[in-house]
């Protein structure tokens, strides 16, 4: 029966039916071919999934993202960058990655960070002389830094799953996610001459002291967000609600940007996104009920603890893992179905579930650009009107880039940890 599923599953994503009805089909038939499990198993352990305080924030950062896409804080943050690095060569792709960079900081999710910043710095690019697919892969790319850079959807899950502290998972991901926004302006720095790509002119310093002073409330958000959670006056899920009420009040108040009569329409977005991944996380959690009835953790783990090579061989594995599975499944359905299994077999070999929960969340962020399921390459490209074939050639020098930062994760995992242990001893 296990490998007639398996196949069902294959099939399923191979026709396009969408990840989570996968997964719920194959869990209720599995279940349900099992006599001594009920069938209302599933229900249960769908509800029973979402029920969470902790998961409380996945719609709580998708709604601070639209609300400040809506309140132009987003556009206030681009103008801010573009007058600080704009009159580089490769000025805008410079401003896109810093963009990216410090949204990820408010947003929490990869996707919002793409459809917001991108649906401004793509036409902007194209219109003063990017090539489609350089405008398309610099921001599909940076994108990516919104679930590494605390705070992050992916990484409160990964706590969730893992019962790890979430501060403690956010402080890991900071140095790794300046590190991977670096390395693509790195990327930029090499392009720009040989595809001499366009500059701004420079604006006078007194034009970037007023921008600067503008933007200045969102630019304090992550401060104000990862303070908060590094010094435990709020817990991850209540920094979602205080930025939903920051947003709020400064795009009505502030930038009055925001009209009352628009939140409806901000609400029912959040809402339609949120589902997305919450009927993926529950129908996940069904399935992985099966899963344990198998007992495929201890196969799992009963394969990697006798399998030459230690912890740097069972890391590159679960990277070659990650990296497929991303490629077809969203971060969220993934990790509640594989993080389970693999978890006992990295504590059983030394691994920090730190450690390894940061590089699950790299590697399955990489996956937002890799084609056929990339959803940030996929909003990104639609912005444009390309293939995904053309999107993904102009990804690929930014995908490789944050590569290379993987592979240093992967060879130096204890470094990574060691540094956010020094500035935050009391979350480790």
């Not at 650009?369 to 053309?390: K, M, R, W």
């Amino acid at each position: 029966m296990g490998a007639l599923l398996v196949i069902m599953f294959i099939v399923f994503v191979a026709i396009g039916v969408p990840i989570s009805f996968a997964l719920g089909v194959v869990s209720f038939t599995g279940i349900a071919s099992l006599a001594q499990i009920p069938n209302t198993v599933v229900f249960s352990k769908m509800f029973n999934g979402l029920n969470s305080f902790t998961l409380l924030a996945v719609p709580l950062f998708i709604l601070a993202a639209n609300l400040m896409n809506e309140g132009a804080i987003t556009e206030k943050l681009i103008d801010c960058c573009n007058s600080m690095v704009g009159h580089f060569r490769g000025g805008l792709a410079y401003s896109n990655v810093l963009v990216s960079m410090i949204f990820a900081g408010i947003s929490g999710s990869s996707q919002a960070d793409t459809a917001g910043v991108g649906k401004i710095f793509i036409p902007a690019m194209e219109k003063q002389g990017y090539d489609k697919g350089t405008s398309v892969g610099v921001t599909a790319a940076s994108s990516t830094l919104g679930s590494i850079i605390p705070p992050s959807i992916t990484m409160v899950v990964y706590a969730g799953i893992a019962n790890v502290s979430t501060g403690a998972l956010f402080m890991s991901g900071l140095v790794p996610g300046i590190l991977l926004g670096l390395a693509m302006m790195a990327v930029v720095k090499f392009y720009s001459k040989r595809k001499n790509f366009p500059k701004c002119e420079k604006v006078p310093f007194s034009k970037v002291v007023r921008q600067t002073l503008e933007s200045m409330p969102a630019l304090l958000t992550p401060i104000i967000l990862i303070g908060g959670i590094v010094s435990g006056l709020f817990t991850p899920t209540e920094s979602a609600a205080f930025a939903c009420i920051y947003a709020l009040l400064v795009g009505i108040f502030f930038y009055k940007t925001i009209k009352v009569k628009n939140l409806p329409r901000i609400l029912i977005e959040t809402m339609k996104l949120s589902s997305l991944s919450l009927f993926a996380l529950a129908t996940a959690n069904a399935l992985g009920e099966l899963l344990s009835y198998y007992q495929l953790n201890v196969i799992v783990q009963q394969f990697f603890t006798t399998m030459p090579g230690g912890k740097l061989v069972f890391l590159i594995v679960v990277v070659a893992f990650f990296m497929f599975v991303g490629t077809f499944m969203d971060a969220v359905p993934a990790m509640i179905l594989f993080v389970p299994i693999i978890l006992p077999s990295a504590t059983a070999l030394g691994i920090s579930p730190i450690i390894l929960g940061l590089i699950i969340v790299v590697t399955l962020a990489l996956g937002l650009v890799t084609p056929p399921y990339g959803l940030c390459l996929l909003i990104a490209s639609s912005i444009s009107g390309i293939t995904i074939e053309d999107a993904f050639k102009g990804t690929l020098p930014y995908f490789l880039s944050s590569i290379a930062v993987l592979a240093l994760l992967v060879l130096f995992p204890n470094l990574w940890l060691a540094i956010p242990a020094t500035i935050f001893p009391g979350l480790f």
